[in-house]
């Protein structure tokens, strides 16, 4: 476990050491950042190819299911034995700390966005435009904006994930976290069976970013949420050395499976299985020193990266809409486009997410210290 100089030289009053954190499984963090950039290359292909099955990565997508299944394996490996002790308010707060500054700042990237847009031809006046904010940034679904796809969240649309993300921890935080394992895996299955209606009502799992199928996007978060929760409290792991590339590069077969006639089945079959088995195999694969410091920046980088790029993403979407664009063109936008979002994502997490979350991890150490010294009063 890294600290730094702060958590290094403050005093460890009991109730403080709950409020660190454990040892990262770096190469997770890796195989996150993975996604992550995959999801920026999905969105731009996607104004590209509407049709998604004529995308070689028309199944990017899922790389949200599999945020959601890292999610449920992180917060039961970093809280399952401690939440007890902390409290759910110190673990709500801990998770805005870790969450929200980016759901702020990706709010206020969209606002940009949608001022500098000089290919859009639809216009909000002020009033609209600020209560869209409101929501956007209080991570409540307002979806409005018509242009954006009446996404739940039309300023940053990534939110939407963020929206389950946050409902998860809350039902996680009240509940799950004292349920038996037994109980677990009846829900589990439950949510299985869930998930596999919903795919094959819609015929994909793409829903859940907009208003339409807002439902969609519970059925993801509940699964996957749940299987990598089961993952680590049965300490399921395949012990391997495929290390952090050969798990990419597993992971990256996912995003790129072809259209079939029962695709609503293949979607299913990866989310209920591949990526619960990705994930054993990240616990139990052995990562060099060579690979581990790109797996730590890309863990970094990887949420920063995905809560700011879509912004950008939408220019490009009513660039193309409104333009003619040859191949060559358009594939040195993306590669530019791409380099762009990283570039930015990096900068965004060392002068805004990082200073910012050390700041208030700090303020709520002081406070959690300085009620335990008014309770030995």
């Not at 190819?49 to 899922?62: E, K, M, T």
């Not at 979607?267 to 690979?291: A, C, N």
């Not at 979350?357 to 303020?363: G, I, M, N, P, Y």
Request: charged share 15%; net charge positive; with cysteine.
């Amino acid at each position: 476990m890294h600290l730094n100089q702060d958590e290094a030289t403050m005093p460890q009053e009991p109730k403080i050491r709950y409020l660190q954190s454990k040892p990262h499984y770096d190469l997770l963090d890796g195989l996150r950042g993975t996604a992550a950039i995959t999801i920026v290359v999905f969105h731009f292909l996607e104004f590209v190819y509407p049709d998604y099955s004529q995308n070689f990565l028309g199944h990017g997508f899922l790389a949200v299911d599999f945020f959601f299944c890292l999610s449920g394996f992180v917060i039961g490996y970093a809280y399952d034995e401690r939440i007890t002790k902390i409290g759910p308010w110190q673990f709500f707060k801990a998770r805005l700390i870790r969450l929200h500054p980016l759901v702020l700042l990706g709010s206020v990237l969209g606002l940009l966005g949608v001022w500098i847009d000089p290919f859009s031809d639809i216009g909000y006046d002020a009033g609209q435009l600020s209560l869209i904010f409101i929501f956007s940034v209080l991570l409540v679904p307002y979806p409005v904006m018509p242009d954006r796809g009446y996404g739940l969240f039309g300023l940053n649309t990534p939110s939407w994930s963020l929206f389950f993300e946050y409902v998860a921890n809350i039902v996680y935080a009240l509940w799950l976290y004292k349920i038996s394992r037994q109980t677990l895996f009846l829900l589990w299955l439950a949510a299985m069976i869930w998930l596999g209606w919903v795919s094959y009502e819609a015929g994909t799992l793409i829903g859940g970013w907009d208003g339409k199928s807002a439902w969609d996007g519970a059925a993801r978060i509940a699964y996957s949420f749940l299987a990598g929760l089961l993952v680590y409290r049965s300490n399921w792991l395949v012990k391997n050395k495929m290390g952090f590339v050969g798990l990419s590069i597993l992971l990256l077969l996912a995003f790129i499976v072809p259209y079939f006639k029962w695709n609503w089945l293949v979607e299913v079959g990866i989310v209920v299985f591949y990526f619960p088995l990705l994930l054993t195999l990240g616990v139990g694969t052995k990562l060099s020193e060579g690979m581990r410091s790109l797996c730590v920046f890309f863990g970094k980088i990887s949420y920063p990266l995905y809560m700011t790029h879509i912004p950008m993403i939408w220019i490009f979407g009513n660039y193309y809409n409104s333009h003619q664009v040859d191949t060559l063109r358009l594939t040195f936008i993306i590669i530019l486009g791409t380099a762009f979002s990283l570039g930015l994502a990096y900068v965004i997490m060392r002068l805004f997410d990082t200073p910012v979350r050390k700041w208030l991890q700090l303020k709520q150490r002081r406070a959690v210290m300085s009620s335990s010294n008014i309770d030995k009063k």
